[in-house]
């Protein structure tokens, strides 16, 4: 820890955020800040970091015996190879296996075209739409302060 | 005396424990022994489990906040009616949990980082609390935490824990710790800083 | 904030009453964390992912909640009650509401 740190003093727009996040600030300056996190990524991603570490903190209870031992299996390298292994060989089988009945079903000559592109159609949607609501996840993670709570 | 830090027979909420406590001292200073027992009843759930996230140990906090009440009673004829109650109680609180950690060998003190209040060079005095979990990767949210909220100094756990565990708005902790709105939000905000340095990647996404 | 389930706060008297402040949240886990839970429908023992998912749920509730009745003006929520109902399979569902008031 470098001992001459000096911590620079907040700035008014940190403070405001810190406010915001505490539910500190009147209903007008409330509304003002309301309409500012809307508009600048900057500023509401300040407020919710303040959410994250204000729910992280409030939420931090005691330690229960069986957390000990939760934790150490974790860190266990057996384990975490174990699970590693466990999720690759199903991801992968189970992706392998879509993959080959769309194929089967794709060469399948007794059944006509149609049938087929709409397969193809229904499961190309669902993907795009997988890879929509994934996007939306991800860029809403940020600003979701309730991912760290443990019970 | 309940059991459990947390019961509170006699605990005032937030907007009316200043003024009644400054009160009741006023009446303890006058010679009234039933008054010292409704404030003993009224401050020490809050201050146990204040003490308790300065000292880290239970049965610690309530020894010494017992001693701070003993203290209080001992100066009671020093004590100034104009003055409020909680400020200095929080100070000798303070100070008795100070000293029982340099007793300990739990201190280790560093430089003055700049702040903007004027406070003593006791309030970067850091406590070395022993923890069983020492901060490893795979360990749960909370002991992370408590382990982060271990290693800061006491003036920022105090604050953090009047704020995040007693709930008090900033108005309730100005009054609590004698100190104007804008270093309660100045130390917040500084106390925080350093509990989101310690947390690192954990308040990541 | 104070926030407590009684319908009184000890020590202090209820101002202005606001009416009814409530917040809600439905979240889910990701798939990976639903197929560990269903296997420990094979072993037992708690399943950690559905408690923490409980959790962020309820305090997402409950921070609603709080931001409701802050928006009316109140600065205290009495009468507190939590209630969960059934919408989705492997989603915790949290309702939580009170009475917003203001006090003295």
Do not use: W, Y
């Given at each position: 820890m470098n001992e001459n740190k000096i911590n620079p003093e907040p700035t008014e727009d940190e403070l405001l955020a810190m406010a915001y996040a505490d539910g500190e600030l009147e209903p007008e300056a409330r509304r003002e800040a309301a309409k500012r996190i809307a508009e600048e990524d900057a500023f509401a991603l300040r407020v919710a970091h303040y959410q994250r570490l204000d729910v992280t903190t409030r939420t931090?209870?005691?330690?229960?015996?069986?957390?000990t031992a939760r934790a150490e299996l974790s860190r266990e390298p057996l384990q975490r190879a174990t699970i590693s292994l466990g999720w690759m060989s199903a991801t992968v089988g189970f992706i392998a296996f879509y993959a080959w009945v769309f194929y089967e079903i794709l060469q399948n000559e007794e059944m006509s075209g149609a049938?087929?592109?709409?397969?193809?159609?229904?499961a190309g949607g669902l993907f795009l739409l997988f890879l929509s609501v994934l996007r939306g996840r991800l860029r809403e993670l940020p600003y979701d302060p309730y991912t760290d709570i443990e019970r | 005396?309940?059991?459990s830090l947390n019961e509170a027979p006699g605990e005032a909420y937030g907007g009316e424990m200043p003024?009644?406590?400054?009160?009741?001292?006023?009446?303890?200073?006058?010679?009234?022994?039933?008054?010292?027992?409704?404030?003993v009843s009224t401050v020490t759930p809050?201050?146990?489990?204040?003490?308790?996230?300065?000292?880290g140990s239970r049965e610690d906090a309530r020894d010494l906040v017992q001693e701070s009440l003993t203290k209080i009673y001992a100066a009671r004829e020093s004590y100034r009616q104009e003055a409020p109650f909680l400020p200095w109680f929080h100070r000798i609180l303070r100070n008795t949990c100070v000293s029982f950690l340099r007793k300990k060998g739990r201190v280790r003190t560093r430089s003055l980082s700049s702040t903007v209040d004027n406070d003593g060079a006791d309030w970067e005095i850091e406590a070395k609390a022993p923890t069983p979990v020492e901060q490893a990767e795979s360990v749960d949210t909370s002991t992370r935490v408590r382990a982060a909220l271990d290693t800061l100094p006491l003036k920022h756990r105090e604050i953090l824990s009047l704020r995040h565990f007693e709930e008090l708005s900033y108005s309730e902790i100005s009054l609590h710790l004698g100190i104007p709105e804008g270093t309660v939000m100045s130390r917040l905000y500084h106390a925080r800083q350093r509990l989101s340095e310690r947390l690192g990647d954990l308040l990541e996404p | 904030m104070?926030?407590?389930?009684?319908?009184?706060?000890h020590g202090r008297e209820i101002q202005e009453s606001f009416g009814i402040c409530r917040g809600s949240a439905i979240r889910a886990r990701h798939m990976g964390k639903d197929i560990l839970a269903g296997l420990k429908n094979i072993v037992g023992g708690e399943m950690h992912e559905y408690s923490k998912l409980l959790a962020e749920t309820r305090e997402q509730a409950l921070d609603r909640m709080m931001e409701d009745a802050r928006s009316k003006g109140?600065?205290?929520?009495?009468?507190v009650r939590y209630a969960s109902t059934s919408i989705s399979q492997g989603a915790a569902e949290f309702l939580a509401y009170g009475t917003a008031v203001k006090l003295s």
């Open positions: 931090a209870i005691s330690h229960e015996p069986q957390d049938p087929k592109v709409f397969l193809l159609c229904a | 005396m309940a059991d003024a009644l406590t400054t009160q009741l001292m006023g009446q303890v200073k006058a010679g009234d022994e039933g008054a010292f027992d409704q404030l809050r201050g146990n489990r204040v003490a308790h996230t300065l000292v | 104070i926030v407590t389930t009684s319908d009184n706060v109140a600065d205290a929520v009495v009468a």
